[in-house]
């Protein structure tokens, strides 16, 4: 059974940091894309990064850059996202996803696996 299983949400101040985990399990993600969502209230779930295992390509949404980084460990079992210098509109919950086709870029649609989510709330 194929799980992603996401974990380090919380609450945080303004300008404060978090390091979001995801962890895979099921099958062999090697050949996979994994990538970190997010989804505000009454908004539609964005993508904020992802990273291709057996390359290391990574790619950010314009509004993370210079303030997240993914990365992942050695045995491609989890994923991480460091998330620094938060905002108010930060605010989400943050959601894990796994592609198998790297090319079909950051559309929700095209992504085949997905975690239940980890709420991040960022105070002001």
């Known amino acids: 059974q194929v799980q992603l299983v996401e974990s380090g949400g919380g609450l945080v101040q303004a300008g404060g940091s978090l390091r979001l985990s995801c962890a895979a399990s099921?099958?062999?993600?090697?050949?996979?894309?994994m990538g970190w969502f997010r989804q505000a209230p009454g908004k539609e779930r964005e993508f904020v990064a992802r990273?291709?295992?057996?390359?290391?390509?990574?790619n950010y949404a314009d509004s993370v850059k210079g303030r997240f980084t993914i990365s992942s460990d050695n045995a491609k079992t989890t994923v991480y996202l460091q998330m620094n210098s938060l905002k108010a509109e930060d605010t989400a919950v943050y959601y894990c996803?796994?592609?198998?086709?790297?090319?079909?870029?950051?559309?929700?649609?095209?992504?085949?696996?997905w975690g239940q989510g980890t709420q991040v709330t960022v105070s002001s």
């Open positions: 996803a796994a592609q198998r086709d790297y090319r079909l870029g950051y559309e929700v649609r095209n992504y085949d696996y």
């Open positions: 099921g099958r062999s993600f090697s050949t996979y894309t």
């Open positions: 990273i291709k295992w057996s390359t290391s390509s990574i």
